[in-house]
């Protein structure tokens, strides 16, 4: 008979197996595989930066926030968190998108209007995947600068273009 042992998973317990309500933090990966719709051994809290008091805080005023602060990857996370059937999981799918729209305005606002200046302080807050939108935001800027002062090399047809093209001819020579 297969007999579980999961008392290792808190330091502070002397006995093999857990104490039903012991709460404990584990990796989301862990939580996952332990909260499925085909196992239910724990049960999942909502973590604080996604909870209704934050969810407050950012509805209030978005771009003051430091999400990287929150967690480096909070838009990531936090959808990965709605796989979660937990009952504020509207709500926060909701924040994230509300959230998104809100700061997205001011980043590529800053990443176009920020050539050549330190924005290490504005992208010190800003989540993983807003620091690569800025990124990019600032590397079209650039293209752009570097084609408006005729720095770009000669234009050339895309390889898509080409080939599409080549595409073509073949069909039309096939019928």
Request: proline fraction near 3%; charged fraction near 30%.
């Amino acid at each position: 008979m297969y007999k579980s042992i999961l008392g290792y998973l808190d330091s502070s317990s002397t006995s093999d197996d857990l104490q039903p309500g012991t709460k404990l933090d584990l990796s989301f990966w862990m939580a996952r595989a332990l909260c499925s719709r085909k196992r239910h051994i724990v049960s999942v809290e909502m973590p604080r930066p996604y909870r209704e008091g934050y969810r407050e805080i950012l509805t209030a005023d978005a771009n003051v926030v430091d999400l990287h602060k929150l967690g480096p990857y909070y838009y990531s996370y936090g959808s990965q968190l709605l796989k979660f059937e937990l009952p504020e999981t509207a709500d926060v799918a909701k924040s994230l998108i509300k959230c998104f729209q809100t700061r997205i305005r001011k980043i590529m606002d800053s990443s176009q209007n920020a050539y050549n200046e330190d924005t290490t302080k504005l992208t010190a807050k800003l989540d993983e995947t807003e620091k690569c939108l800025f990124k990019a935001g600032q590397m079209g800027l650039n293209d752009f600068q570097r084609w408006e002062t005729r720095q770009t090399e000669k234009l050339t047809t895309s390889e898509m273009v080409r080939s599409h093209r080549k595409r073509k001819r073949a069909l039309m020579d096939d019928s």
